[in-house]
Protein backbone atom coordinates (compact mmCIF):
# COMPACT_ATOMS: atom_id res chain seq x y z
CA UNK A 1 0.00 0.00 0.00
CA UNK A 2 2.67 2.21 0.76
CA UNK A 3 3.70 4.86 -2.31
CA UNK A 4 7.49 4.94 -1.18
CA UNK A 5 8.94 3.49 1.91
CA UNK A 6 8.85 5.80 4.86
CA UNK A 7 12.52 7.01 5.89
CA UNK A 8 11.47 10.03 8.45
CA UNK A 9 8.33 9.41 10.68
CA UNK A 10 8.33 12.91 12.28
CA UNK A 11 7.74 14.87 8.74
CA UNK A 12 6.69 12.05 5.57
CA UNK A 13 4.20 9.50 7.76
CA UNK A 14 2.32 7.44 6.21
CA UNK A 15 -0.44 5.23 8.09
CA UNK A 16 -0.78 3.19 5.56
CA UNK A 17 2.78 2.18 5.58
CA UNK A 18 3.30 -2.00 6.07
CA UNK A 19 4.80 -1.20 9.06
CA UNK A 20 2.62 1.35 10.70
CA UNK A 21 -0.01 -1.42 10.22
CA UNK A 22 1.80 -4.43 11.74
CA UNK A 23 3.73 -2.63 14.74
CA UNK A 24 3.05 1.37 14.83
CA UNK A 25 3.91 0.99 18.72
CA UNK A 26 7.77 1.89 18.55
CA UNK A 27 7.28 4.55 16.12
CA UNK A 28 4.64 6.63 18.25
CA UNK A 29 7.09 6.37 21.27
CA UNK A 30 9.81 7.74 18.81
CA UNK A 31 7.31 10.71 17.94
CA UNK A 32 6.31 11.29 21.64
CA UNK A 33 9.73 12.58 22.76
CA UNK A 34 10.73 13.49 19.26
CA UNK A 35 7.50 15.37 17.67
CA UNK A 36 4.81 14.79 19.60
CA UNK A 37 2.99 16.26 16.78
CA UNK A 38 3.99 14.93 13.17
CA UNK A 39 3.08 16.06 9.85
CA UNK A 40 3.31 14.37 6.22
CA UNK A 41 2.52 15.35 2.93
CA UNK A 42 1.68 12.42 1.90
CA UNK A 43 -2.23 11.43 0.80
CA UNK A 44 -3.22 15.43 0.77
CA UNK A 45 -1.16 16.12 4.20
CA UNK A 46 -2.05 15.65 7.33
CA UNK A 47 -0.93 16.19 11.31
CA UNK A 48 -0.66 13.17 13.35
CA UNK A 49 -0.48 14.09 17.29
CA UNK A 50 1.00 10.93 19.24
CA UNK A 51 0.13 12.63 23.38
CA UNK A 52 -2.76 11.64 24.96
CA UNK A 53 -3.29 15.49 25.93
CA UNK A 54 -2.55 16.73 22.21
CA UNK A 55 -5.06 14.23 21.44
CA UNK A 56 -7.74 14.93 23.67
CA UNK A 57 -7.29 18.64 23.49
CA UNK A 58 -8.50 18.70 19.93
CA UNK A 59 -11.21 16.13 19.96
CA UNK A 60 -12.70 18.57 23.06
CA UNK A 61 -11.82 22.07 20.79
CA UNK A 62 -15.22 21.85 17.84
CA UNK A 63 -14.81 25.56 17.61
CA UNK A 64 -11.41 25.02 15.42
CA UNK A 65 -11.44 21.62 14.44
CA UNK A 66 -14.96 19.75 12.61
CA UNK A 67 -16.08 16.58 12.60
CA UNK A 68 -17.78 17.44 8.45
CA UNK A 69 -15.21 15.10 7.12
CA UNK A 70 -13.49 12.44 10.06
CA UNK A 71 -11.80 10.39 7.12
CA UNK A 72 -8.23 9.98 7.86
CA UNK A 73 -7.98 9.68 4.02
CA UNK A 74 -8.92 12.07 1.71
CA UNK A 75 -11.85 11.94 0.18
CA UNK A 76 -12.73 10.43 -3.51
CA UNK A 77 -11.66 13.51 -5.42
CA UNK A 78 -15.32 14.77 -7.05
CA UNK A 79 -17.00 13.62 -4.05
CA UNK A 80 -19.54 15.33 -1.65
CA UNK A 81 -18.78 14.60 1.40
CA UNK A 82 -21.03 12.22 2.97
CA UNK A 83 -23.28 13.40 5.76
CA UNK A 84 -23.55 10.67 8.66
CA UNK A 85 -25.02 12.48 11.49
CA UNK A 86 -24.06 12.34 14.53
CA UNK A 87 -20.34 11.50 13.87
CA UNK A 88 -20.24 14.49 10.86
CA UNK A 89 -21.96 16.66 12.65
CA UNK A 90 -20.67 19.93 14.68
CA UNK A 91 -22.54 21.70 17.27
CA UNK A 92 -24.96 22.82 18.01
CA UNK A 93 -26.67 20.09 15.05
CA UNK A 94 -24.44 17.17 16.58
CA UNK A 95 -26.47 17.61 20.33
CA UNK A 96 -29.75 16.83 18.34
CA UNK A 97 -28.53 14.18 15.95
CA UNK A 98 -26.95 12.18 18.97
CA UNK A 99 -29.99 12.63 21.33
CA UNK A 100 -32.28 10.91 19.28
CA UNK A 101 -30.34 7.30 19.36
CA UNK A 102 -29.44 7.78 22.78
CA UNK A 103 -32.35 5.41 23.81
CA UNK A 104 -31.50 2.51 21.52
CA UNK A 105 -28.06 2.07 23.20
CA UNK A 106 -29.02 2.87 27.06
CA UNK A 107 -27.15 -0.17 29.22
CA UNK A 108 -30.56 -1.67 29.50
CA UNK A 109 -31.24 -2.26 25.80
CA UNK A 110 -27.58 -3.87 25.08
CA UNK A 111 -28.64 -6.15 28.33
CA UNK A 112 -31.01 -7.48 26.07
CA UNK A 113 -28.80 -8.05 23.48
CA UNK A 114 -26.46 -10.31 25.61
CA UNK A 115 -28.69 -13.06 24.78
CA UNK A 116 -28.40 -12.83 20.93
CA UNK A 117 -24.07 -12.31 21.36
CA UNK A 118 -24.15 -15.26 23.50
CA UNK A 119 -25.82 -17.60 20.72
CA UNK A 120 -24.23 -16.52 17.78
CA UNK A 121 -20.90 -17.02 19.74
CA UNK A 122 -21.93 -20.62 20.81
CA UNK A 123 -22.87 -20.93 16.50
CA UNK A 124 -19.69 -19.87 15.53
CA UNK A 125 -17.71 -22.01 17.97
CA UNK A 126 -19.56 -25.10 17.56
CA UNK A 127 -18.56 -24.50 13.27
CA UNK A 128 -15.04 -24.09 14.36
CA UNK A 129 -15.12 -27.26 16.28
CA UNK A 130 -16.86 -29.24 13.81
CA UNK A 131 -14.34 -28.23 11.15
CA UNK A 132 -11.65 -29.05 13.15
CA UNK A 133 -13.06 -32.55 13.95
CA UNK A 134 -11.09 -33.56 17.20
CA UNK A 135 -7.35 -32.69 15.16
CA UNK A 136 -5.46 -30.78 17.52
CA UNK A 137 -3.61 -30.33 14.22
CA UNK A 138 -5.87 -28.09 12.05
CA UNK A 139 -5.22 -24.44 12.42
CA UNK A 140 -8.61 -21.94 12.55
CA UNK A 141 -8.56 -18.25 12.12
CA UNK A 142 -9.51 -16.92 15.76
CA UNK A 143 -10.19 -13.43 13.46
CA UNK A 144 -11.94 -14.45 10.30
CA UNK A 145 -13.84 -17.94 11.63
CA UNK A 146 -14.85 -16.11 14.90
CA UNK A 147 -14.41 -12.11 15.83
CA UNK A 148 -15.45 -10.99 12.10
CA UNK A 149 -18.98 -12.46 12.25
CA UNK A 150 -20.30 -11.61 15.34
CA UNK A 151 -20.51 -7.76 16.01
CA UNK A 152 -21.78 -7.70 12.09
CA UNK A 153 -24.86 -10.04 13.18
CA UNK A 154 -25.26 -7.78 16.52
CA UNK A 155 -25.71 -4.52 14.47
CA UNK A 156 -27.68 -5.97 12.04
CA UNK A 157 -30.12 -7.74 14.31
CA UNK A 158 -30.22 -3.99 15.82
CA UNK A 159 -30.53 -2.54 12.22
CA UNK A 160 -33.24 -4.94 11.45
CA UNK A 161 -31.40 -6.27 8.14
CA UNK A 162 -31.08 -9.44 7.14
CA UNK A 163 -28.43 -11.30 9.34
CA UNK A 164 -27.88 -13.90 6.49
CA UNK A 165 -26.53 -10.82 4.22
CA UNK A 166 -23.94 -10.67 6.93
CA UNK A 167 -20.65 -11.24 3.93
CA UNK A 168 -22.15 -8.35 1.84
CA UNK A 169 -22.00 -6.25 5.13
CA UNK A 170 -18.24 -6.83 5.55
CA UNK A 171 -17.21 -7.23 2.64
CA UNK A 172 -18.90 -2.81 2.42
CA UNK A 173 -16.82 -2.24 5.31
CA UNK A 174 -13.41 -3.93 4.20
CA UNK A 175 -13.80 -1.64 0.58
CA UNK A 176 -14.46 1.38 2.72
CA UNK A 177 -11.68 1.02 5.66
CA UNK A 178 -9.38 -1.38 4.34
CA UNK A 179 -9.28 -1.21 0.06
CA UNK A 180 -10.55 2.08 -0.02
CA UNK A 181 -7.24 3.31 0.89
CA UNK A 182 -5.36 2.43 -2.12
CA UNK A 183 -8.53 3.53 -4.05
CA UNK A 184 -10.85 6.05 -3.75
CA UNK A 185 -13.02 4.98 -6.13
CA UNK A 186 -13.81 1.36 -4.27
CA UNK A 187 -14.85 3.65 -1.52
CA UNK A 188 -17.04 6.05 -3.68
CA UNK A 189 -18.60 2.67 -4.81
CA UNK A 190 -19.28 0.75 -1.56
CA UNK A 191 -20.96 4.15 -0.28
CA UNK A 192 -23.42 4.34 -2.82
CA UNK A 193 -24.36 0.59 -2.58
CA UNK A 194 -24.49 1.08 0.90
CA UNK A 195 -26.99 4.06 0.57
CA UNK A 196 -28.82 2.41 -2.17
CA UNK A 197 -29.22 -0.72 0.00
CA UNK A 198 -30.95 1.48 3.09
CA UNK A 199 -33.17 3.91 0.86
CA UNK A 200 -34.83 -0.15 -0.15
CA UNK A 201 -35.08 -0.94 3.52
CA UNK A 202 -36.36 2.55 4.50
CA UNK A 203 -38.63 2.49 1.57
CA UNK A 204 -40.29 -1.07 3.02
CA UNK A 205 -40.77 0.28 6.38
CA UNK A 206 -42.57 3.21 5.41
CA UNK A 207 -45.20 1.09 3.87
CA UNK A 208 -45.11 -1.43 7.68
CA UNK A 209 -42.93 -0.17 10.49
CA UNK A 210 -41.28 -3.17 12.28
CA UNK A 211 -39.84 -3.31 16.06
CA UNK A 212 -35.82 -2.26 14.18
CA UNK A 213 -33.48 0.90 14.56
CA UNK A 214 -34.74 2.00 10.68
CA UNK A 215 -38.18 2.16 12.15
CA UNK A 216 -37.39 4.05 14.96
CA UNK A 217 -35.82 6.57 12.89
CA UNK A 218 -38.75 7.59 10.69
CA UNK A 219 -40.24 7.98 13.82
CA UNK A 220 -38.17 10.05 15.56
CA UNK A 221 -38.19 13.81 15.48
CA UNK A 222 -35.70 16.61 15.13
CA UNK A 223 -36.66 20.33 15.36
CA UNK A 224 -40.53 19.35 15.45
CA UNK A 225 -40.55 17.48 12.41
CA UNK A 226 -39.26 14.14 10.70
CA UNK A 227 -35.90 13.33 10.06
CA UNK A 228 -34.94 13.90 6.35
CA UNK A 229 -34.20 11.27 4.15
CA UNK A 230 -30.62 11.89 4.03
CA UNK A 231 -30.21 12.03 7.82
CA UNK A 232 -32.14 8.87 7.92
CA UNK A 233 -29.78 6.93 5.16
CA UNK A 234 -26.73 8.53 6.60
CA UNK A 235 -27.13 7.09 10.15
CA UNK A 236 -27.98 3.95 9.00
CA UNK A 237 -24.10 4.10 6.94
CA UNK A 238 -22.86 5.27 10.45
CA UNK A 239 -24.28 3.17 12.64
CA UNK A 240 -23.32 -0.56 9.99
CA UNK A 241 -19.86 0.37 9.36
CA UNK A 242 -18.92 1.61 13.02
CA UNK A 243 -20.41 -0.95 14.08
CA UNK A 244 -18.70 -4.21 12.08
CA UNK A 245 -14.63 -3.86 11.92
CA UNK A 246 -14.32 -1.92 15.01
CA UNK A 247 -14.98 -4.53 17.33
CA UNK A 248 -14.26 -6.93 15.16
CA UNK A 249 -11.00 -5.50 15.66
CA UNK A 250 -10.85 -4.81 19.14
CA UNK A 251 -12.12 -8.94 19.54
CA UNK A 252 -9.43 -10.26 17.03
CA UNK A 253 -6.38 -8.08 18.80
CA UNK A 254 -8.07 -9.00 21.99
CA UNK A 255 -7.68 -12.82 21.05
CA UNK A 256 -4.74 -12.41 19.18
CA UNK A 257 -3.07 -10.92 22.47
CA UNK A 258 -4.42 -14.17 24.43
CA UNK A 259 -2.77 -16.20 22.27
CA UNK A 260 0.85 -14.97 22.12
CA UNK A 261 0.38 -14.20 26.11
CA UNK A 262 -0.35 -17.94 27.90
CA UNK A 263 -0.14 -16.47 31.28
CA UNK A 264 -2.69 -13.40 30.79
CA UNK A 265 -4.76 -16.46 28.92
CA UNK A 266 -4.61 -19.23 31.74
CA UNK A 267 -5.22 -16.06 34.65
CA UNK A 268 -8.67 -15.08 32.60
CA UNK A 269 -9.53 -18.61 32.33
CA UNK A 270 -9.15 -19.12 36.08
CA UNK A 271 -10.49 -15.92 37.36
CA UNK A 272 -13.16 -14.85 34.36
CA UNK A 273 -14.45 -12.22 36.94
CA UNK A 274 -11.15 -10.29 35.95
CA UNK A 275 -12.96 -10.17 32.23
CA UNK A 276 -14.52 -6.54 32.54
CA UNK A 277 -11.17 -5.06 33.18
CA UNK A 278 -9.20 -7.20 31.06
CA UNK A 279 -11.98 -5.80 28.46
CA UNK A 280 -10.81 -1.87 29.27
CA UNK A 281 -6.77 -2.98 29.20
CA UNK A 282 -7.17 -4.07 25.75
CA UNK A 283 -9.09 -1.60 24.20
CA UNK A 284 -6.29 0.86 25.97
CA UNK A 285 -3.37 -1.25 24.62
CA UNK A 286 -4.68 -2.08 20.72
CA UNK A 287 -7.48 0.44 20.39
CA UNK A 288 -8.45 0.15 16.73
CA UNK A 289 -9.59 3.48 15.85
CA UNK A 290 -8.23 6.83 14.04
CA UNK A 291 -10.26 10.17 13.34
CA UNK A 292 -10.05 12.52 11.27
CA UNK A 293 -11.12 16.38 11.60
CA UNK A 294 -10.48 19.37 9.68
CA UNK A 295 -9.27 22.50 10.98
CA UNK A 296 -12.09 25.68 10.72
CA UNK A 297 -10.12 28.37 12.42
CA UNK A 298 -6.55 29.21 12.45
CA UNK A 299 -5.36 27.33 15.93
CA UNK A 300 -2.21 26.28 17.34
CA UNK A 301 -1.47 23.06 19.11
CA UNK A 302 1.04 22.46 21.77
CA UNK A 303 3.22 25.29 19.85
CA UNK A 304 2.30 23.68 16.43
CA UNK A 305 0.75 26.03 13.81
CA UNK A 306 -2.76 24.53 12.00
CA UNK A 307 -4.10 26.54 9.27
CA UNK A 308 -8.16 26.31 7.95
CA UNK A 309 -8.47 22.90 5.82
CA UNK A 310 -5.47 21.19 7.15
CA UNK A 311 -6.46 17.84 7.97
CA UNK A 312 -5.65 16.24 11.24
CA UNK A 313 -5.45 12.35 12.85
CA UNK A 314 -6.90 11.63 16.13
CA UNK A 315 -4.66 9.06 17.08
CA UNK A 316 -6.18 7.90 20.03
CA UNK A 317 -4.03 4.77 20.25
CA UNK A 318 -1.23 6.41 20.47
CA UNK A 319 -2.48 8.83 23.22
CA UNK A 320 -3.79 5.25 25.52
CA UNK A 321 -0.03 4.27 25.30
CA UNK A 322 1.20 7.48 26.29
CA UNK A 323 3.49 7.07 29.31
CA UNK A 324 2.97 10.30 30.89
CA UNK A 325 -0.89 9.27 31.18
CA UNK A 326 -0.19 5.58 32.02
CA UNK A 327 1.79 3.80 34.31
CA UNK A 328 3.49 0.65 32.30
CA UNK A 329 1.74 1.64 29.07
CA UNK A 330 3.40 -0.33 27.11
CA UNK A 331 2.41 -3.64 29.05
CA UNK A 332 -0.59 -5.21 28.88
CA UNK A 333 -1.96 -5.53 32.78
CA UNK A 334 -5.50 -7.30 32.56
CA UNK A 335 -6.12 -6.17 36.25
CA UNK A 336 -5.30 -2.37 35.72
CA UNK A 337 -7.62 -0.69 37.95
CA UNK A 338 -6.94 2.87 36.97
CA UNK A 339 -7.87 2.92 33.15
CA UNK A 340 -9.19 6.04 32.14
CA UNK A 341 -8.27 5.30 28.29
CA UNK A 342 -10.09 6.91 24.67
CA UNK A 343 -10.27 3.66 22.85
CA UNK A 344 -13.75 5.26 22.32
CA UNK A 345 -12.83 8.85 21.64
CA UNK A 346 -13.45 11.98 24.35
CA UNK A 347 -15.48 14.70 23.79
CA UNK A 348 -19.18 15.29 22.41
CA UNK A 349 -18.40 12.48 19.79
CA UNK A 350 -17.68 9.54 22.21
CA UNK A 351 -18.77 6.41 21.05
CA UNK A 352 -22.42 5.58 21.11
CA UNK A 353 -22.18 1.78 21.13
CA UNK A 354 -19.46 1.52 23.79
CA UNK A 355 -22.04 -0.58 25.85
CA UNK A 356 -22.71 -2.41 22.80
CA UNK A 357 -18.95 -3.15 22.21
CA UNK A 358 -17.75 -4.17 26.00
CA UNK A 359 -20.80 -6.16 26.23
CA UNK A 360 -19.73 -7.94 22.90
CA UNK A 361 -16.20 -8.30 23.88
CA UNK A 362 -16.77 -9.88 26.84
CA UNK A 363 -19.11 -12.41 25.71
CA UNK A 364 -16.45 -13.26 22.91
CA UNK A 365 -13.75 -13.84 24.92
CA UNK A 366 -15.62 -15.62 27.38
CA UNK A 367 -17.27 -18.02 25.39
CA UNK A 368 -13.94 -18.80 23.52
CA UNK A 369 -12.38 -19.09 26.56
CA UNK A 370 -14.58 -21.84 28.09
CA UNK A 371 -14.50 -23.58 24.89
CA UNK A 372 -10.51 -23.40 23.67
CA UNK A 373 -8.62 -22.79 27.08
CA UNK A 374 -5.63 -23.39 26.05
CA UNK A 375 -5.48 -22.04 22.48
CA UNK A 376 -2.55 -20.61 21.28
CA UNK A 377 -1.23 -18.83 17.82
CA UNK A 378 -0.40 -21.61 15.30
CA UNK A 379 3.82 -21.48 14.97
CA UNK A 380 4.61 -20.89 11.62
CA UNK A 381 1.82 -19.08 10.36
CA UNK A 382 1.19 -15.47 9.36
CA UNK A 383 -0.86 -13.12 11.41
CA UNK A 384 -2.11 -10.36 9.08
CA UNK A 385 -2.27 -6.54 10.66
CA UNK A 386 -4.48 -4.27 8.64
CA UNK A 387 -6.43 -0.90 8.64
CA UNK A 388 -5.57 2.70 8.65
CA UNK A 389 -8.88 4.19 10.26
CA UNK A 390 -9.61 1.39 11.71
CA UNK A 391 -6.71 -0.95 12.81
CA UNK A 392 -6.73 -4.95 13.73
CA UNK A 393 -5.21 -8.58 13.22
CA UNK A 394 -7.39 -9.79 9.72
CA UNK A 395 -6.10 -12.82 10.77
CA UNK A 396 -4.81 -14.76 13.42
CA UNK A 397 -4.06 -18.44 13.07
CA UNK A 398 -4.52 -20.46 16.60
CA UNK A 399 -4.59 -24.16 17.25
CA UNK A 400 -7.27 -25.11 19.78
CA UNK A 401 -5.73 -27.08 21.80
C1 LIG B 1 -14.47 -1.64 20.11
C2 LIG B 1 -15.40 -1.10 19.33
C3 LIG B 1 -15.54 0.36 19.04
C4 LIG B 1 -14.59 1.34 19.10
C5 LIG B 1 -13.13 1.23 19.49
C6 LIG B 1 -15.26 2.59 18.72
C7 LIG B 1 -14.63 3.81 18.68
C8 LIG B 1 -15.27 5.01 18.44
C9 LIG B 1 -14.63 6.30 18.47
C10 LIG B 1 -13.15 6.55 18.73
C11 LIG B 1 -15.59 7.24 18.25
C12 LIG B 1 -15.39 8.76 18.27
C13 LIG B 1 -15.41 9.35 16.91
C14 LIG B 1 -14.93 10.78 16.85
O1 LIG B 1 -14.42 11.34 17.81
O2 LIG B 1 -15.05 11.36 15.74
C15 LIG B 1 -16.85 6.54 18.04
C16 LIG B 1 -18.06 7.14 17.75
C17 LIG B 1 -19.22 6.45 17.47
N1 LIG B 1 -19.41 5.08 17.55
FE1 LIG B 1 -18.03 3.71 18.08
N2 LIG B 1 -16.57 2.32 18.45
C18 LIG B 1 -16.79 0.96 18.62
C19 LIG B 1 -17.98 0.29 18.45
C20 LIG B 1 -19.18 0.87 18.08
C21 LIG B 1 -20.42 0.16 17.89
C22 LIG B 1 -20.60 -1.35 18.12
C23 LIG B 1 -21.35 1.08 17.50
C24 LIG B 1 -22.80 0.90 17.16
C25 LIG B 1 -23.48 -0.17 17.34
C26 LIG B 1 -20.68 2.37 17.46
C27 LIG B 1 -21.30 3.55 17.14
C28 LIG B 1 -20.70 4.80 17.21
C29 LIG B 1 -21.40 6.03 16.90
C30 LIG B 1 -22.85 6.17 16.48
C31 LIG B 1 -20.46 7.08 17.07
C32 LIG B 1 -20.68 8.57 16.84
C33 LIG B 1 -21.01 9.31 18.11
C34 LIG B 1 -21.10 10.81 17.92
O3 LIG B 1 -20.62 11.33 16.91
O4 LIG B 1 -21.70 11.48 18.78
N3 LIG B 1 -19.38 2.20 17.81
N4 LIG B 1 -16.62 5.18 18.17
Not at 301 to 321: Q, W
Request: hydrophobic share 40%; proline share 7%; aromatic share 8%.
Amino acid sequence: MAENPVTDWATDFDIGDPTYETDPYQIWDELRERCPIAHTERRGGAWLPTRYDDVAAIAYDTEHFSSRDTSVLPSPEGSTTLVAPPITSDPPFHTAARRILLPFFSPREVEKLEKKTRSVCTELLDAIEQRAGGDPTVVADAAGDYAQHIPVRIIAHMLGIPESDEGRFTDWAVRIFQEGASDPEITRTAIREILDFFGDEVERRRQERSEDLISFLLDAELDGGPLTEKHILGTCFLLLMAGIDTTWSSIGSSLWHLAVTPDDRDRLVAEPELLPTAVEELLRAYAPVTMGREVVAETEVNGCPMHVGDKVLLNFPSGNRDPEKFDRADEVLIDREQNRHFAFGIGIHRCLGSNVARMEMRVALECWLERFPTFALAEGTEVRWGGAQVRGPRAVPVLLV
